[in-house]
């Protein structure tokens, strides 16, 4: 089992940052790639972002892309999701996850909880 806890949301202006960070613990010595998602209210679950266990491979959804980044320290067993010049449509519940690197959510084994980020304009 991994258990995965997300921090760093809140309520912040269009144009503004925020770092959001997601913590995993358990079973983590695998090599399994970090993934975070989206929902907003109404919506499906939407990809946001994923990093490989090594981190050098990383891939974004288009709506993100040049925005955010994603990062991990694997010492801290943290991975990272850096959000610039945020956008009211970016507001939604963000969520973690561990599993296969893709963008697909059903190739993902454990989740976080969901933290929520609004983005006021």
């Known amino acids: 089992q991994v258990q995965l806890v997300e921090s760093g949301g809140g309520l912040v202006q269009a144009g503004d940052s925020l770092r959001l960070s997601c913590v995993a613990s358990?079973?983590?010595?695998?090599?399994?790639?970090m993934g975070w998602f989206r929902q907003a209210p109404g919506k499906e679950r939407q990809f946001v972002a994923v990093?490989?266990?090594?981190?050098?491979?990383?891939s974004y959804a288009d709506s993100v892309k040049g925005r955010f980044t994603i990062s991990r320290d694997n010492a801290k067993n943290t991975v990272y999701l850096q959000m610039n010049s945020l956008k009211s449509e970016d507001t939604a519940i963000y969520y973690c996850a561990t599993g296969r690197f893709s963008s697909r959510w059903a190739n993902y084994d454990y989740w976080g909880q969901g933290i929520q980020v609004t983005v006021s304009s």
């Open positions: 990093i490989s266990w090594s981190g050098s491979g990383t």
């Open positions: 358990g079973r983590t010595d695998g090599s399994n790639a």
